[in-house]
C-alpha cells in the first residue's frame, strides 16, 4: 500500500510547487508539511480534507485506499 508521505511528494512535485508553497496555501508551518511528507506525522482529519482539495483528489486516493483521483 502506498502511504500518504509518498502521495504527497508525487502530488507536489506534479503541481511544481515547494514545500513552503503548500504549507501557504494551507496555512501551516513548512515544519509541519515537511513532516507529513517525511512520514512523520500525519495529518488531522480537516487536515486530510485540506490536502486533498488542493490537490485535486480524493482523501482514499492520499490515504492509498484507492488508485482512482
Known amino acids: 500500500m502506498v502511504k500518504i ?6 502530488l507536489r512535485k506534479e503541481k511544481k510547487l ?8 494551507l496555512g501551516i508551518g513548512v515544519r509541519t508539511y515537511q ?3 517525511g ?22 486516493y492520499l490515504l492509498g485506499r484507492s488508485e482512482e483521483r
Open 35 to 37: 513532516y507529513y511528507e
Open 39 to 60: 512520514d512523520e506525522h500525519r495529518p488531522d482529519y480537516e487536515m486530510l480534507i485540506a490536502l486533498a482539495d488542493l490537490f485535486g483528489v480524493s482523501t482514499d
Open 5 to 10: 508521505a509518498e502521495r504527497l511528494k508525487a
Open 18 to 25: 515547494r514545500q513552503a508553497d503548500v504549507a501557504k496555501l
